[in-house]
């Protein structure tokens, strides 16, 4: 099996530059790397098989697999970075040889979201469901509303005492966890819900597809964030009620992204004592050349003028 030497590469995209030490890992496919000192395409490359967080390196013939450790890198829009291995300058390499692969779920998944309204000065109340996020092997995740969203809604409004510091709060199911433990909750302002005409809703998931965070968000809203001041907290509910049904919903997954890794600097040489070697301080033009300025004085002095031409007798 081919081997590289252990040299600083660059794990690079046109978003981000990351930094590392190693191989690099590429998807599966088999490709020719190049020269350091030529470019030239000089040996076929083994063949990887890219897994998330490990590299799994493979002869072309299929024997003497090696796991490795890798640093896969992550765009942050569910996608994968493949890079290739090679002793080269990454300049050798067309746009070509670099793809990205876009990061599909082992399978069809769903997550229950719920939601209530939330006043500081009454009781807590419980969660109703809300919809399910539905989230495809391939394809793009979309919102299933629950057959009583609407209805939901207005037994809100019909129960809000004021609109002063209500929040309308949605959650993420927890597995394993009472619906008054849940922390991934995500709040808005009931009296933003008045003029909501889009909302859209980030899950924040690790990519074995297991979700930690919800964000929540209705547009448009002000942008300092304080409420009309003609505004009251049935009526933005009863109007949020009566658009939900036709209200454009985004749904978003976003997974974990590593971000750039410092650059390190070689450390300073040490004396035996352990203490930073002091470097020479740089010494002055004219110390640096006085010895030749005055070789040349002494040899102008030395030669003499030039000799006077007699005059013509």
């Known amino acids: 099996m081919h081997t590289t030497q252990r040299r600083r590469r660059e794990w690079f995209s046109p978003e981000t530059r990351y930094f590392g030490l190693g191989k690099f890992i590429i998807g599966v496919g088999f490709f020719n790397y190049v020269d350091l000192d030529s470019c030239a395409a000089i040996d076929p490359l083994q063949l990887f ?9 493979r002869d072309e013939d299929g024997k003497g ?3 490795m450790d890798s640093y896969v890198p992550n765009l942050g829009d569910g996608s994968l970075l493949l890079l290739l291995e090679s002793d080269s300058s990454l300049e050798c390499w067309p746009p070509s040889f670099f793809a990205t692969v876009p990061l599909a779920w082992a399978a069809d998944s769903s997550f229950n979201v719920f939601h209530r309204v939330y006043e500081p000065t009454q ?11 539905l989230v495809p092997g391939n394809g793009d995740p979309s919102f299933e509303p629950s057959a009583s969203l609407s209805q939901d809604l207005t037994q809100f409004a019909e129960k809000l005492q004021t609109v002063k510091g ?9 597995h394993g966890a009472e619906p008054g433990q849940w922390d991934v909750v995500s709040a808005v302002k009931v009296c933003h819900l008045n003029q909501a005409t889009s909302e859209s809703m980030i899950l924040h998931a690790t990519h074995e597809g297991k979700p930690y965070i919800l964000d929540y968000f209705v547009a448009p809203t002000p942008h300092n964030g304080a409420c009309p001041k003609k505004s009251k907290g049935s009526a933005s509910l009863l109007s949020f009620a ?3 049904g036709s209200m454009n919903t985004t749904i978003e ?5 590593m971000p750039p890794l410092p650059e390190l ?9 352990g203490e930073p070697v002091v ?16 070789a040349i004085l002494i040899a102008l002095m030395l030669s003499g003028g030039a000799e006077e031409e007699q005059p013509a007798k």
């Open 279 to 294: 470097p020479v301080p740089e010494q002055s033009f004219f110390r640096k050349y006085w010895l030749y300025g005055a």
């Open 253 to 257: 997954i976003r997974l974990p992204r």
């Open 242 to 244: 009566s658009n939900v």
């Open 123 to 133: 009781p807590e109340p419980s969660f109703t469901a809300r919809g399910t996020i």
């Open 49 to 57: 098989l890219v897994e998330f967080g490990k590299g799994v390196e």
């Open 166 to 174: 209500a929040l309308y709060q949605v959650a993420l199911e927890l």
């Open 265 to 273: 600097r070689v450390p300073p040489p040490l004396t035996p004592e």
């Open 65 to 67: 697999e090696t796991v």
